[in-house]
Nanobody, 120 residues
Framework: QVQLVESGGGLVQAGGSLRLSCAAS?????MGWFRQAPGKERESVAS???????LQADSVKGRFTISRDNTKNTVYLQMNSLRPEDTSVYYC?????????????????WGQGNQVTVSS
């Protein structure tokens, strides 16, 4: 089973930017980003197929961009115009097929999570 290693989180002021990376140990189909804040349910952020078809949650449209480099087995999440409500632990996930989806049930491998904190 592929392993996922995330990096790039941290502390940023509101309005700032961060880029998360998720490096896979091997081939992956569709990839996704999810997040979970303390006391809240996990929510979807974005998804991308191997061919580059993307989906974004309404809460991040126009601010976050998901991309991938298949030669490096890496997926990225560029986060711009960050808001305090974006503060969460962000998880990348590898899908069981190549259909981009915002449904967590479509993913069978998860990264360890990466904290993103946006200060006001």
């Amino acid at each position: 089973q592929v392993q996922l290693v995330e990096s790039g989180g941290g502390l940023v002021q509101a309005g700032g930017s961060l880029r998360l990376s998720c490096a896979a140990s091997g081939f992956t189909y569709a990839m996704g980003w999810f997040r979970q804040a303390p006391g809240k349910e996990r929510e979807s952020v974005a998804s991308i197929s191997r061919g580059g078809y993307t989906l974004q949650a309404d809460s991040v449209k126009g601010r976050f961009t998901i991309s991938r480099d298949n030669t490096k087995n890496t997926v990225y999440l560029q986060m711009n115009s960050l808001r305090p409500e974006d503060t969460s632990v962000y998880y990348c996930a590898a899908g069981s097929n190549n259909i981009a989806s915002l449904r967590s049930t479509q993913y069978n491998t998860w990264g360890q999570g990466n904290q993103v904190t946006v200060s006001s």
